[in-house]
């Protein structure tokens, strides 16, 4: 299966490249594959923007349950700001709609860091998440880190690096001692006049 969706990767990668980008003829091989990375735990940004940017020049064509797809996989790749681009990407009158108002409002409250709330909506809502395979284990590894990084007092930068502020409360200090001989220096003192 893993094959399989290789080879779909490169034919989308194909599709993405050039004019061909834009054709609203390629949508329905696009949704294939947005289902196929929700079934199969696997994440493609560039395919599923231009999914999204699609929508906008034809929304005639315009998928509820493919956008709302796209939004749950952007989730799972955060801290990253895919979600963002993407619920930026999609119509206010589409943003009100039940499935994607519904994870817009999870987004908000994970990257507001309120994980109990977040768990506690989404286990009301356990509709939203069938099918996107991972789900919740990447959610998970998100808000483990933002737990540890408030606990604790860590920053992240734009570079999705982060920083521990609090080292010096982990510094130790030892004693070293040295035991010189004047023998061993007068050597080293001798040339350096």
């Not at 797809?69 to 999609?90: E, G, S, V």
């Not at 998440?129 to 860590?154: A, H, L, P």
């Amino acid at each position: 299966m893993a094959t399989t969706f290789e080879q779909m990767r490169a034919n989308v990668g194909k599709l993405l490249r050039g004019i061909d980008r834009y054709n609203p003829e390629n949508l329905s091989t696009l949704e294939r594959y947005v289902d196929t990375q929700a079934r199969e735990n696997t994440y493609d940004l560039e395919a599923n923007l231009a999914v999204l940017k699609l929508y906008q020049f034809n929304p005639a064509y315009f998928q509820t349950t493919v956008t709302a797809q796209i939004l749950l996989k952007a989730l799972t790749n955060l801290p990253h700001t895919d979600f963002t681009l993407c619920k930026c990407m999609i119509d206010q009158t589409h943003q009100e709609e039940r499935p994607i108002r519904q994870i817009l409002y999870l987004g908000n409250l994970l990257e507001t860091c309120h994980f109990q709330s977040f768990w506690a909506s989404l286990e009301e809502n356990r509709d939203l998440i069938d099918g996107i395979t991972g789900f919740e284990d990447s959610v998970r590894k998100y808000t483990q880190v933002k737990v540890w990084m408030n606990k604790y007092g860590w920053t992240e930068n734009e570079d999705g690096q982060i920083f521990i502020h609090s080292q010096e409360e982990c510094v130790k200090p030892k004693n070293i001692v040295e035991k010189i001989d004047f023998e061993s220096v007068s050597s080293i003192m001798a040339t350096s006049q």
